[in-house]
């Protein structure tokens, strides 16, 4: 009798365990189901772009790093915001959805950068950074001098100007014009110059247009653009004699015509 008693307490006892388990997990579930439905934490919620800044300069192929914030209205890092929509003003093929990365593939152009997020509590968030450049390091407008020689009826001519040239966004491209005026006595001689080049790797080749009076010569040219410094040498043959020319130019700015 008394075992039989004995094994209906033991029963009953491991009954009641799991029931009080069972509660215990029904009520660690309830918990985490009302902090999923308790969005308050996002009210009053803002988004920034931390980086790039506005008018910042991004080389263009160079991996930049991307990162946008969602703060509390106390300043908490809401690090569960894991959805961030990026978008471009002048790249619409761009679209990351994330809020730090790092990107290579934003293309050429002067971009107002955006940042969207919806909160859990139904908020959208946006921000915009503006005026990011993106283009080639060696991109922009560079100015100088431009100095020739030659000779015109057994006298030499020497002539000294200024040049402009430009750089193209991509970096793969130069062009520009530069004029001078060299005198023969009494007598002035304009000469002006148009430049078409290609760029690469720092060697600079193309063609220099001379234009001197009525003709209109294309001559070689070779050159280098090494940091800020762009440089080329043309030659040929103007009235029957050699002509020697040179461009020096430095970067000003990084206008490339965007």
């Known amino acids: 009798m008394l075992r039989t008693l004995s094994l209906a307490v033991l029963i009953g006892c491991a009954g009641q365990l ?13 918990v985490d189901q009302e902090s999923e439905l308790d ?23 160079d991996s930049h790093t991307f990162r ?15 959805e961030i929509r990026w978008s471009s003003s002048a ?10 990365f790092s990107d290579d593939r934003l293309d050429v152009g002067l971009h107002d950068l955006t940042a969207e997020v919806q909160l859990p509590n139904g908020d959208r968030l946006a921000h915009t950074v503006g005026g990011v450049l993106v283009q080639a390091e060696s991109a922009g407008t560079y100015v100088g001098t ?34 001078c005026v060299g005198g023969l006595g009494d007598v002035e001689i304009p000469l002006d110059f148009v430049v078409e080049a290609d ?9 220099v247009a001379v234009r001197v009076m009525a003709f ?19 030659r040929g043959e103007l009235f029957g ?8 130019t430095r970067r000003i700015s990084r206008d490339a015509g965007l």
């Open 68 to 82: 946008a914030e969602v703060r509390s209205a106390q300043g908490e890092l809401l690090e569960s915001v894991d």
């Open 18 to 30: 799991r029931v009080n388990e069972a509660e215990q997990e029904l009520g660690s579930d309830q």
């Open 146 to 179: 431009v100095t020739a020689n030659f000779t015109l009826s057994d006298f030499p001519v020497n002539c000294a100007g200024t040049s402009t040239l430009v750089v193209d966004p991509y970096g793969e491209l130069v062009d520009g014009t530069a004029t």
């Open 39 to 61: 969005t308050s934490r996002y009210d009053g919620a803002s988004l920034r772009i931390v980086e790039p800044s506005s008018a910042s300069f991004l080389p263009w192929g």
């Open 91 to 100: 790249d619409v093929s761009w679209e990351p959805v994330e809020p730090v």
């Open 199 to 207: 760029h690469e790797a720092g060697d600079v080749d193309g063609v």
């Open 241 to 248: 004699s050699d002509l020697n020319g040179r461009v020096r």
């Open 216 to 234: 209109s010569l294309d001559f070689g040219s070779e050159g280098s653009l090494q940091g800020e410094d762009l440089g080329m040498d043309f």
